[in-house]
T-cell receptor, first 112, second 114 residues
Framework: KNEVEQSPQNLTAQEGEFITINCSYS?????LHWLQQHPGGGIVSLFM???GKKKHGRLIATINIQEKHSSLHITASHPRDSAVYIC??????????????FGKGTHLIIQP | GAGVSQSPSNKVTEKGKDVELRCDPI?????LYWYRQSLGQGLEFLIY????????KSGLPSDRFSAERTGGSVSTLTIQRTQQEDSAVYLC????????????FGDGTRLSIL
């Protein structure tokens, strides 16, 4: 069983819709990351958070440490938001000291 | 400023050949990671370098895989006697020292073994 689970695996929505991607983890973490991967492979770090909530533009990330759960929200979604969104944890048992344990990603498609 | 640079961006080679992948981290980043992303799979950790410490090789899938980091900067990941299951995107990331510093990823090397 993967230590970081994401849902849904695939999500197709219409432009303008409010998007939520969920992440649950089973390990003790020091930080939870949300990454974005566009076709072609480049990965961008969107958020790193250890408590509460962070906002950047139309993106919002929240984490509930007690429930070991994080969500990524996209408001007023746009076709350019189409990408794979990956949840990752910096865990006390993860690979490489501060290395990341990854979820399998959520493939998001926003249709115009 | 310059990000993490990986080369080559694509590599196609025949089964059984050795390949070498290169990563130039962001200047000043002491930590360097190699990850692998196989088709349809999530990212998996391979190896981690931190400064001059011995690397954490716990993620390497077999003894055909090795990596070096010379002078605390550039790193090379070597795969010997490649197999078809080695086909994947190999990603490098670097970061500053500190548990909660973000990792910065390169664009990856797409490796295809024929």
């Amino acid at each position: 069983k993967n230590e970081v689970e994401q849902s849904p695996q695939n999500l197709t929505a219409q432009e303008g819709e409010f998007i939520t991607i969920n992440c649950s983890y089973s390990v003790g973490i020091s930080a939870l990351h949300w990454l974005q991967q566009h076709p072609g492979g480049g990965i961008v770090s969107l958020f790193m958070l250890s408590s509460g909530k962070k906002k950047h533009g139309r993106l919002i990330a929240t984490i509930n440490i007690q429930e070991k759960h994080s969500s990524l929200h996209i408001t007023a979604s746009h076709p350019r938001d189409s990408a794979v969104y990956i949840c990752a944890a910096t865990s006390y048992s993860g690979g490489g000291a501060d290395g990341l344990t990854f979820g399998k990603g959520t493939h998001l498609i926003i249709q115009p | 400023g310059a990000g993490v640079s990986q080369s080559p961006s694509n590599k196609v080679t025949e089964k059984g050949k050795d390949v070498e992948l290169r990563c130039d981290p962001i200047s000043g980043h002491t930590a360097l990671y190699w990850y692998r992303q196989s088709l349809g799979q999530g990212l998996e950790f391979l190896i981690y370098f931190q400064g001059n410490s011995a690397p954490d090789k716990s993620g390497l899938p077999s003894d055909r895989f090795s990596a070096e980091r010379t002078g605390g900067s550039v790193s090379t990941l070597t795969i010997q006697r490649t197999q078809q299951e080695d086909s994947a995107v190999y990603l490098c990331a670097s970061k500053l020292t500190g548990r909660n510093q973000p990792q910065h990823f390169g664009d990856g090397t797409r490796l295809s073994i024929l």
